[in-house]
């Protein structure tokens, strides 16, 4: 199979990350398109010169424009602060490379829509929003049971994504806590497509929200230790009315948080239905939780899943999967789908993202105007 040969635009946490995926390919069975990553960009000399450590990278340049430049590079990966999302993606696309991006898949609204743009202008791009954590096995059951109609009525869904460095106070400034670097959404722009991909896949979809915000540390310290302005949200819950594609409405919860205690990057996902209920967390990512029902009495029931994923691995079924895992398989995900190969849980999608930033314009007006506010993504 032909391999997909890389340019990364932004070498930093998620860039090193998705480039050490790209050597473990023989980790994956089967013949699929290999991502090698022949170019780096990077701002930062640092950060630029690790990838000195990938030995398919033979191109380094400080200036994305010239990265896009290189005929050999056929894909770009771009993890950046939000605020360069627009242009650079808009740029990405526009020099007619498929596009693997980041969430928030631009800072805002208006933001997405230039990209969006761009996408119209060049519907031969391949496009795609980056999000690992459906690709957990444990996850991948949940939607067989829901794509199998195993749930039946909803009764109420929730979503979350939680950290705790933010706890530390002393923790210094960086660019995810600044408004014009991170944008208006704070932690919602982080995180929030952690907690949407799974829903908005299997068809449920809010259509009211009502936020609540907080910023929780108003201060933190600067590259010189004294106090700056820290003036993201760091803490939503976003509390919506949800439907499903059978017409049935629920109460539907997103959660995103950098100050839950003792939390590292804990994901949660639960679907309670009349007939069956699950939940995930990332806290015990070898297993599902799911209820079996006695007569009138449900118990939660602990089944280990082990090591079943979307694309199957060399790895023995008995050993756990982990954050590393998840993001190996949405690479795998993200060629084949370029190759237009079978993938039964593809990336996020532009359109996706779309309905993300709907939501989260929707929250920020919710809590402004103190209510509910409605919303139509179908
Ligand atoms: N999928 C996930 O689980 C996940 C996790 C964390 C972050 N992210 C997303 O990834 C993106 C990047 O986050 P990160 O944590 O890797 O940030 P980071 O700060 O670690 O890395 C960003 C990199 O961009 C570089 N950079 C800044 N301006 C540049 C420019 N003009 N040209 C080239 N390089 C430039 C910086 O030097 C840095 O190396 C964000 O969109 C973030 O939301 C995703």
Same mark, same amino acid.
């Given at each position: 199979?032909? =391999?997909?040969?890389?340019?990364?635009?932004?070498?930093?946490?998620?860039?090193?990350?998705?480039?050490?995926?790209? &050597?473990?390919?023989?980790?994956?069975?089967?013949?699929?398109?290999?991502?090698?990553?022949?170019?780096?960009?990077?701002?930062?000399?640092?950060?630029?010169?690790?990838?000195?450590? #990938?030995?398919?990278?033979?191109?380094?340049?400080?200036?994305?424009?010239?990265?896009?430049?290189? =005929?050999?590079?056929?894909?770009?990966?771009?993890?950046?602060?939000?605020?360069?999302?627009?242009?650079?993606?808009?740029?990405?696309?526009?020099?007619?490379?498929?596009? &693997?991006?980041?969430?928030?898949?631009?800072?805002?609204?208006?933001?997405?829509? +230039?990209?969006?743009?761009?996408?119209?202008?060049?519907?031969?791009?391949?496009?795609?929003?980056?999000?690992?954590? =459906?690709?957990?096995?444990?996850?991948? /059951?949940?939607?067989?049971?829901?794509?199998?109609?195993?749930?039946?009525?909803?009764?109420?869904?929730?979503?979350?994504?939680?950290?705790?460095?933010?706890?530390?106070?002393?923790?210094?400034?960086?660019?995810?806590?600044?408004?014009?670097?991170?944008?208006?959404?704070?932690?919602?722009?982080?995180?929030? #497509?952690? +907690?949407?991909?799974?829903? %908005?896949?299997?068809?449920?979809?809010?259509?009211?929200?009502?936020? *609540?915000?907080?910023?929780?540390?108003?201060?933190?310290?600067?590259?010189?230790?004294?106090?700056?302005?820290?003036?993201?949200?760091?803490?939503? #819950?976003?509390?919506?009315?949800?439907?499903?594609?059978?017409?049935?409405? %629920? =109460?539907?919860?997103?959660?995103?948080?950098?100050?839950?205690?003792?939390? +590292?990057? !804990?994901?949660?996902?639960?679907?309670?239905? #009349?007939?069956?209920?699950?939940?995930?967390?990332?806290?015990?990512?070898?297993?599902?939780?799911?209820?079996?029902?006695?007569?009138?009495? *449900?118990?939660?029931?602990?089944?280990?899943?082990? /090591?079943?994923?979307?694309?199957?691995?060399?790895?023995?079924?008995?050993?756990?999967?982990?954050?590393?895992?998840?993001?190996?398989?949405?690479?795998?995900?993200?060629?084949?789908?370029?190759?237009?190969?079978?993938?039964?849980?593809?990336?996020? !999608?532009?359109?996706?993202?779309?309905?993300?930033?709907?939501?989260? !314009?929707?929250?920020?007006?919710?809590?402004?105007e103190k209510r509910m506010v409605p919303l139509s993504l179908d």
């Amino acid at each position: 199979m032909k =391999p997909v040969r890389f340019g990364f635009i932004g070498c930093g946490l998620m860039g090193r990350e998705l480039a050490t995926a790209s &050597l473990r390919w023989p980790h994956l069975l089967g013949d699929l398109p290999r991502p090698v990553i022949v170019a780096a960009c990077d701002t930062s000399e640092e950060n630029l010169t690790w990838f000195r450590k #990938i030995p398919t990278v033979h191109a380094f340049y400080r200036d994305y424009r010239e990265l896009l430049q290189n =005929p050999e590079i056929e894909a770009v990966y771009c993890a950046l602060p939000h605020a360069l999302h627009a242009q650079v993606y808009r740029d990405i696309i526009l020099s007619g490379k498929h596009l &693997l991006g980041e969430k928030p898949f631009g800072m805002d609204l208006s933001a997405f829509e +230039t990209i969006q743009s761009a996408m119209q202008q060049r519907p031969d791009v391949f496009v795609r929003c980056s999000s690992e954590f =459906p690709y957990y096995p444990a996850v991948q /059951q949940i939607v067989r049971w829901f794509q199998a109609g195993a749930f039946g009525q909803v009764i109420e869904t929730r979503f979350a994504i939680k950290h705790s460095s933010d706890m530390d106070l002393k923790k210094p400034i960086n660019w995810k806590r600044q408004r014009d670097k991170n944008g208006d959404y704070g932690c919602m722009g982080d995180l929030g #497509i952690h +907690t949407q991909h799974l829903p %908005f896949r299997l068809g449920l979809l809010p259509h009211m929200v009502g936020a *609540q915000l907080a910023n929780l540390v108003k201060t933190r310290p600067g590259p010189n230790g004294a106090p700056v302005p820290c003036e993201t949200w760091d803490n939503a #819950i976003l509390s919506c009315e949800g439907h499903d594609q059978n017409g049935d409405v %629920f =109460p539907m919860v997103f959660e995103m948080k950098r100050m839950a205690p003792g939390c +590292t990057n !804990t994901v949660e996902y639960e679907i309670d239905g #009349i007939n069956l209920s699950a939940r995930f967390t990332t806290d015990d990512p070898n297993a599902v939780y799911f209820t079996q029902s006695m007569g009138q009495k *449900q118990a939660w029931t602990r089944l280990v899943v082990g /090591q079943a994923p979307l694309f199957p691995v060399i790895t023995g079924g008995i050993f756990e999967f982990g954050f590393s895992d998840s993001i190996l398989q949405m690479l795998a995900a993200f060629t084949s789908e370029l190759r237009g190969l079978p993938c039964a849980f593809p990336c996020f !999608t532009p359109d996706e993202a779309h309905k993300s930033h709907l939501l989260l !314009t929707a929250a920020l007006q919710s809590y402004n105007e103190k209510r509910m506010v409605p919303l139509s993504l179908d």
